[in-house]
């Protein structure tokens, strides 16, 4: 595994609320030898300790995605550039991350109820403490677009955090780029959104 050693983290709890705070992941597998990537949310299930998701029935990925297929999950947290200027020893510049790769089976879920509870299960989770919409379980367009959806499951059979946080400088160092990870996790990206919007 790479990053090196002291870039690893065997932390499952931190892990954990990686995928929590960001839960866009990549899915990857392998059809005729080529990988295949779709973005979607996959959400942590606390009681099951399993990923839990749905793709499009459209999404060519799909035919990869069989029960006990083998599928690999990353997660993105923040990452940025570290400019040696923010060090007070001399450094290289530098770019840190917060990665986690899950390895995992998959379960498909065929069962519409079960299809259905888990897209309730991801909205209340996405919707976060001030709920201020509730996927009801008669909900028409749900039932309207439950055929069109697999959903499925992941048991993880691999952890793998990747902290990249300048935990080979002293101290001083690493707090200083801890402050700039902080600052340009927290830049305004309105310009830019506006950008590409247009």
Sequence with gaps: MYPPKHHQSIDIQKMIKVIKAYPFGMLVSILNGLPLITHIPIIYNETSGKLVAHIDKYNPQLATLTNNSKVTVVFRGPDTYISPSVYSTKQLPTWNYIIVHIKGNITLI?????????????????????????????????????????????????????????????????????????????????????????
């Design 110 to 198: 065929n069962n519409p109820n079960e299809a259905k509870k888990t897209m309730i299960e991801m909205t209340q989770f996405l919707e976060g403490e001030n709920q201020k919409f509730v996927l009801d379980k008669d909900n028409r367009g749900m039932r309207n677009s439950i055929n069109y959806i697999q959903a499925f499951e992941i048991e993880i059979t691999d952890w793998e955090g990747k902290f990249k946080l300048s935990q080979d400088k002293k101290q001083q160092d690493r707090d200083n780029a801890k402050e700039e990870f902080i600052k340009k996790s927290r830049e305004d990206i309105t310009g830019f959104i506006d950008e590409i919007y247009l």
